[in-house]
């Protein structure tokens, strides 16, 4: 009889669904970063370290290198602090309407960095509507407060506290109200509790947060290319994308050294991550289902004031800039009656065809990827459930997944177009300078985000499901279809629509990639505001930020059929 043990056969349905997989998953995660290895890392005698050894005697390479890591630990050290306060405050106190606040806590998190950017720029500036508005706006001509190395490591912070936040707050679920009870009996204060056994015990998430934090802001091009441009502070991964915009003849080779201090910076990061996660962490023997929780008492108003001017500074005030920018005849004009407009928005969305091609490229790209990602991680999930060889091989495209996830999508980028710039086999014909890159790409460096909630679902699944199936006479393809499809296809919608969140309106991955014809929506904002036409960025940005918000609530109304924690702003 067979059972959840069995190894499948090479031939059978399963055990050739399962080489498949893995040779599509060698395809879109180690041929990119083999072949970006091989470049970056190829001397005259084979593979040498010289490359990269030559590009630090470049000035540029090493202020931008050090950029990126000033710019990087500082933001994610203000994100820490940020997100951890928050994740204290939202998830061991007593304040109300805790789920609207946690939707907005993230809302940052999922709005495109280069509209974050924009955003800001306008909220800031000597033009800004609200500024002049409350007459706080600085005077005309004076140096914008937001073109600085403070004022990008300042959005770098709000661009990724919400993943500390999300971090810590999960940390914070599995503390038991029984230990602090127990260290209060005993004579603990407020400050020996916190010192002695919340620290200890939250020390591996604030790690993780921060490591978070940093993998992020080192990849980020958005917010480094808008900011730090005008700032005169380049980053790695602004350097690469001038590189290679420059088209010299060497220019693959260099910017794909480039990449590879970029992969191993953030390697190393999430590498010593672990390491400090695996020294720190701390076991909990039965811990009680009812978790700890704060009573402010009369605190709780003016903690819940804090709460909400801290959400209208990061949120309010650089979204209601960037629509007032976007409803105005000219940038700089202030928003009334008499300078009021939507033609701005009647520009993009009926007249540019640039941007009714972004709208179209970016939405079927992202929903491409968002469907075939849902379908790969139904099929790699059943054998993460499994145990021998099957298990060890799904798991190991998991790891090369999570692998890609955490290196910047620019270094996805250059990989891929080492990998498929040459006329592919059989078709002669290359991939580089079509939508279909983009595709693989988003392919790549999304997968981790489909899976997370398909593997949490395949959790909660009873393993004898399949081992009945099997008994019943159930093929491989019958038991996926009829059996694990039906249960495991919530969860995978909903990480489909995280996927695409995520790909609809980035601009990282795509912004060596695309081409006149196959632009995004996030190239095409990032272009505008690039050329000056800012009234336009706004509009389209605008659109975007609404989008994300519909999206978001749409997967909150079926948020009742998904397993808890799948959604990470709900407040399960």
Not at 4 to 16: I, Q, S, V, W
Not at 104 to 132: D, E, F, K, N, Y
Not at 373 to 391: D, V
Request: hydrophobic share 55%.
């Amino acid at each position: 009889m067979a059972d959840g043990h069995t190894r499948p056969k090479l031939f059978d349905g399963e055990g050739l669904t399962l080489a498949v997989l893995v040779f599509i998953a060698a395809i879109l995660f180690g041929l990119p970063l083999f072949l970006l290895l091989k470049t970056g890392l190829s001397g005259d005698a084979g593979w040498s370290l010289t490359p990269v050894f030559e590009a630090f005697q470049s000035r540029s390479v090493l202020r931008a290198l050090w950029n990126s890591l000033e710019s990087s630990f500082l933001s994610a050290l203000l994100a820490l602090f940020i997100g951890a306060v928050l994740a204290l405050i939202v998830g061991l106190t007593d304040v109300r309407w805790k789920a609207v606040t946690v939707f907005l806590i993230l809302l940052p998190m999922m709005i495109p960095p280069h509209v974050t950017a924009i955003a800001w720029i306008q909220a800031l500036g000597p033009s800004s509507p609200v500024l002049r508005w409350l007459g706080l706006a600085p005077e005309l001509g004076a140096t914008h407060p937001i073109y600085s190395r403070e004022g990008l490591v300042f959005l770098l912070a709000v661009q990724h506290s919400p993943l500390v936040f999300l971090v810590v707050r999960a940390g914070l679920r599995g503390l038991p109200r029984d230990l602090f009870d127990a260290a209060r009996v005993s004579g603990a204060g407020a400050l020996m509790l916190g010192h002695r056994i919340l620290l200890p015990l939250l020390l591996p998430s604030l790690v993780a947060g921060f490591a978070l934090a940093f993998v992020s802001a080192l990849g980020n091009f958005g917010i480094t290319a808008l900011i730090g441009i005008p700032a005169r502070y380049t980053t790695l991964p602004v350097l690469i994308w001038r590189r290679l915009a420059s088209f010299g003849p060497d220019v693959l080779g260099d910017v794909a050294v480039l990449a590879v201090i970029v992969a191993i910076v953030a390697i190393f990061a999430v590498t010593m991550q672990i390491l400090w996660q695996n020294r720190t962490r701390l076991g909990l023997v039965g811990q009680s289902g009812r978790p700890l929780e704060i009573a402010l008492g009369r605190w709780r108003p003016a903690v819940e004031i804090l709460l909400a001017a801290l959400i209208a500074v990061t949120l309010v005030l650089p979204l209601s800039s960037l629509i007032a920018t976007s409803l105005v005849k000219t940038y700089g004009l202030p928003l009334a009656f008499e300078t009021f407009t939507l033609d701005n928005f009647a520009e993009i969305l009926f007249r540019q065809t640039v941007t009714v091609r972004a709208f179209a490229n970016s939405t079927l790209i992202a929903g491409c990827a968002a469907a075939l990602l849902a379908f790969f991680a139904i099929i790699i999930g059943y054998y993460m459930q499994k145990r021998g060889r099957s298990r060890w091989l799904a798991g190991g495209v998991a790891g090369m997944g999570d692998i890609a996830y955490a290196i910047p999508g620019l270094v996805i980028s250059i990989g891929f177009i080492l990998a498929f710039i040459r006329p592919l086999p059989l078709i002669d014909r290359s991939l580089y300078g079509t939508s279909g890159i983009i595709l693989i790409a988003y392919l790549c460096a999304f997968f981790a985000i489909a899976l997370k909630p398909v593997g949490a679902a395949y959790a909660q699944l009873d393993r004898s499901l399949d081992d009945a199936a099997r008994v019943s006479g159930a093929r491989f393809y019958l038991r996926i279809r009829s059996v694990f499809f039906p249960l495991i296809l919530p969860a995978a919608a909903s990480g489909a629509i995280l996927v695409f969140l995520t790909a609809y309106n980035e601009v990282t991955v795509s912004a060596l990639l695309w081409s006149t014809g196959n632009e995004t929506i996030g190239t095409t904002i990032f272009n505008y505001e690039d050329g000056g036409y800012t009234t336009l960025a706004s509009a389209m940005a605008s659109l975007t930020v609404l989008a994300t918000i519909v999206l978001m609530l749409g997967l909150n109304l079926v948020s009742g059929r998904l397993p808890a924690g799948v959604i990470p702003w709900r407040n399960d």
